[in-house]
């Protein structure tokens, strides 16, 4: 199973990004993915996960109201829609699958992990 991130950069604050994930060597319907992130200094923290189907999605308190998680399985492919962004999303964002279908707030859940894609917002 392979991750592949991508559509991060650098933006003002108050812009939007969206993030994408696609996952090859396995189908995304069938696999509970998140989105986690990293600041400099800080540790790993959950952003946001949704079951395989869709039917659940859990966020970070702080991005509620801002990011929203969507997928498109037809193309095997996660999104992150980023709005309103603040200069503390400043991360370097990670999409994530764990093994089964469910949903799950804990790094240690995941078995599968991208390569990361830098989100800078400026002030």
């Known amino acids: 199973v392979q991750l592949q991130a991508s559509g991060g950069g650098l933006v003002q604050a108050g812009g939007s990004l969206r993030l994408s994930c696609v996952v090859s060597g396995r189908s995304s319907s069938s696999t509970g993915m998140g989105w986690f992130r990293q600041a400099p200094g800080k540790e790993l923290e959950f952003v946001g996960g949704?079951?395989?189907?869709?039917?659940?999605?859990a966020y970070k308190d702080s991005v509620k109201g801002r990011f929203t998680i969507s997928r498109d399985n037809a193309k095997n492919t996660m999104y992150l829609q980023m709005n309103n962004l603040k200069p503390e999303d400043t991360a370097v964002y990670y999409c994530a699958a764990r093994v089964g279908a469910g949903l799950g707030e804990r790094s240690a859940e995941y078995a599968y992990w991208g390569q990361g894609t830098q989100v800078t917002v400026s002030s």
């Open positions: 949704q079951t395989g189907s869709g039917s659940n999605t």
